[in-house]
């Protein structure tokens, strides 16, 4: 099962669309040697959580039951499922391209929770003046948290830790502590 949506206004129609056929073969090619019942479906204009700023970027969702195993702990198995879907497709293809792949609507709905607990965390900080340290997540979660905070004038962001123990703090800023 495989649909597609073509973009409003592509930058290059044949280019756009000849990555969109490629990536789409690949996903659902990997997808049926797992073995899974599920299609993909290509978002032109579904929001990019890793490539901020970056309007080409490629959301894929791929859709069925039960695929919690393909999102994995943290989303780990996604995340790596994303990084051997953009190796295979730079193999293709000859270059490089920002594609986000999605199960169910799962990374965006987390994007949604984690731009929440960044707003609600700050808030913490501003109104008690002391750093507040989040839970060690992967680092596209990490990223989320640290852009939904970067324009904030009373907190700014860090990351500490090593490995898969790295987590964000938050803490004031000196110029609002005056």
Request: proline content about 6%.
């Amino acid at each position: 099962m495989v649909r597609t949506r073509q973009p409003a206004a592509p930058v290059s129609a044949t280019r756009a669309a000849d990555a969109v056929a490629v990536t789409t073969r690949i996903i659902q090619d990997l997808i049926d040697r797992m073995d899974l019942d599920a299609g993909v479906e290509y978002l032109p204009d579904a929001m990019v959580t890793e490539e901020t700023g970056n309007e080409s970027g490629m959301v894929f969702d791929i859709l069925g039951e039960d695929l919690g195993l393909l999102i994995g702990r943290h989303g780990q198995t996604l995340a790596n499922f994303q990084y051997l879907v953009r190796i295979l497709v730079a193999q293709r293809i000859g270059d490089y391209l920002p594609i986000v792949v999605d199960v169910n609507g799962y990374r965006q709905r987390r994007f949604k929770s984690l731009e929440v607990l960044a707003r609600r965390t700050a808030e913490q900080v501003r109104q008690r003046r002391m750093p507040y340290s989040l839970d060690p997540m992967p680092p596209f979660e990490r990223r989320i948290i640290h852009m939904v905070l970067a324009g904030d004038p009373e907190v700014t962001t860090q990351s500490v830790g090593f490995g898969e123990e790295r987590k964000v703090v938050v803490v004031p800023r000196e110029d609002s502590l005056k």
